[in-house]
């Protein structure tokens, strides 16, 4: 299933959020991207929360007022996995499984397949 691309904007906002432990807000995005203005910054998080990548989760305190809060809804995998058209999924998949580099990364995935395998026969 192929979902739109995030813009730049709102894929340097998601890497944000994919690479810090815990919900984040205004304030805290931007001293990460300081070169982000704030209303620039009000409209990609409305987006982003509107198109189910974030959620509102609380108030962080900037001194003056309080801000609210978001976190993840959506991880960078299952982001890059909506990205992917269903006729690209078997040579994507066999290109990653090249690159397998253990012989515990291969068997952790045949157990996946094997697991899969087993919810399509139910």
């Known amino acids: 299933m192929k979902t739109k691309p995030l813009t730049k904007k709102e894929e340097e906002i998601m890497r944000v959020f994919w690479e810090q432990p815990g919900p984040l807000g205004l304030v805290s ?26 959620k509102p989760v609380g108030v962080e305190d900037n001194g003056k007022t309080g801000t609210r809060t978001y976190a993840v809804c959506m991880g960078e995998t299952d982001y890059m996995a909506l990205l992917v058209d ?23 995935l045949m157990e996946l397949i094997l697991e899969k395998e087993r919810e399509l026969e139910n």
């Open 29 to 54: 995005l931007s001293r990460v991207l300081p070169e982000y203005n704030l209303n620039t910054m009000q409209v990609v998080l409305r987006k982003l929360k509107n198109t189910g990548f974030i």
């Open 86 to 108: 269903d006729n690209q999924i078997i040579p994507l998949a066999a290109k990653l499984i090249q690159s397998i580099p253990s012989k515990r990364d291969l068997d952790e």
